[in-house]
């Protein structure tokens, strides 16, 4: 029997290992666009009851952020924490874009909502096997490190409100990506380390398209209610986001993905006077 896209999804949270979560879902997204196509199984949207928390692997151990040591990444040490921070980052976004299918699959959405979040996964999938395989050329693997704790953070807060999670994980945590990863690019490109180079590259691209889809359905479901999506914007990241929105902002590939300055500076400035 054909699973469903949200059973799909589940699958994949369940999975432990990040190989072979990766692996489950680059499988499970190319059956959905075989489907999609007229090539494949027909597959039903479906609803599920994912868990609250996705399966990890042992390693890499979870800290706290304040714990996470910090190493200049001028040094080999440095890159290889530099590159492990973002395998994780990556990891947990695949089980952030397979998450919002297997919870939100009640809420009646477009077809293009699931082929956005798919594609979203798949391509998450594929950024966390280039940088391991980064990490591998200098001598470490992902899990050699300890990690950040608070990443899924974001996911439980929203549980249970869409255009919340949307605003607050596409629209803020991938966007401020799209700021820090110009820098990352650099200190790779400074050690000539080209295959690095290159895997941030890709993900720099391609994260502007999570972005993009975010605030493309940001704006679709308060359209349909009749919200202020600036205001509700505002509102949600004050609500569920913990922490000041930190400058400097890459304005330019910000509004590539929909997000202008009104968004995000009004909302700096109001958290700056509420966490001084």
Excluded at 204 to 221: C, D, N, P, Q, T
Excluded at 258 to 276: Q, R, S
Aim: hydrophobic content about 40%; overall charge negative.
């Amino acid at each position: 029997m054909t699973l469903t896209l949200a059973q799909m999804a589940v699958d994949v949270l369940q999975t432990a290992d990040g190989q072979a979560k990766t692996d489950l879902s680059r499988k499970y997204a190319k059956a959905w666009r075989d489907f999609r196509a007229g090539e494949g199984p027909n597959i039903e949207i479906g609803t599920a009851a994912p868990p609250m928390h996705p399966k990890r692997p042992d390693k890499p151990e979870l800290l706290s952020p304040r714990d996470v040591p910090r190493r200049r990444p001028g040094s080999d040490a440095g890159r290889i924490a530099l590159l492990h921070a973002v395998a994780h980052i990556e990891l947990n976004a695949v089980d952030l874009h397979w998450d919002i299918i297997a919870r939100f699959g009640h809420v009646p959405m477009p077809m293009g909502f699931y082929d956005d979040w798919v594609k979203c996964a798949e391509e998450e999938s594929r950024h966390f096997n280039l940088v391991c395989g980064c990490l591998e050329d200098l001598g470490s693997f992902y899990g050699a490190l300890p990690a950040h704790a608070g990443m899924w953070r974001a996911a439980e807060d929203t549980a249970e409100d869409l255009l919340g999670r949307l605003a607050v994980v596409p629209m803020v945590l991938e966007a401020r990506g799209l700021d820090v990863t110009p820098g990352m690019i650099n200190v790779f490109r400074s050690a000539k380390l080209p295959k690095a180079i290159e895997a941030l590259e890709i993900i720099y691209a391609e994260e502007v398209g999570h972005v993009a889809y975010g605030s493309k359905w940001f704006h679709f479901l308060c359209g349909r209610d009749n919200i202020d999506p600036k205001d509700a914007f505002h509102d949600l990241v004050r609500r569920y986001f913990h922490g000041a929105l930190k400058p400097p902002f890459n304005e330019e590939k910000r509004a590539e993905a929909g997000i202008p300055p009104d968004f995000y500076w009004p909302l700096t400035e109001a958290l700056e006077k509420e966490n001084p």
